[in-house]
Nanobody, 115 residues
């Protein structure tokens, strides 16, 4: 089982990034996929969730209207489009797959928003 995040980096405030998460080794289309983030000195927090068929999404209040989660079950990929980035979005971003009590996590990708 693998979840591999990519697309992080350094971006100026107001900029955009698109994170990708490549899944393998499990039945991806059966799993609810999520993005989490963890800033230095803070607990990991939920950013966005997408249902197994992509038909439902949910966002944390700090990112509503700026971030969009999506998935491509044919490619075993989940994405996080991040627009209007703010310094407080700086964190390591993780993707997670969950089906009932089974969870898989990626290793994370660093996003830094700074001028």
């Amino acid at each position: 089982v693998q979840l591999v995040e990519s697309g992080g980096g350094l971006v100026q405030p107001g900029g955009s990034l698109r994170l990708s998460c490549a899944a393998s080794g499990f039945s991806f289309s059966s799993y609810v996929m999520s993005w989490y983030r963890q800033a230095p000195g803070k607990e990991r927090e939920l950013v966005a969730v997408i249902g197994s068929d992509g038909g439902s999404t949910m966002y944390a209040d700090p990112v509503k209207g700026r971030f969009t989660i999506s998935r491509d079950n044919a490619k075993n990929m989940v994405y996080l489009q991040m627009n209007s980035l703010k310094p407080e979005d700086t964190a390591v971003y993780y993707c997670k797959g969950r089906m009932r009590v089974v969870e898989y996590w990626g290793q994370g990708t660093q996003v830094t928003v700074s001028s």
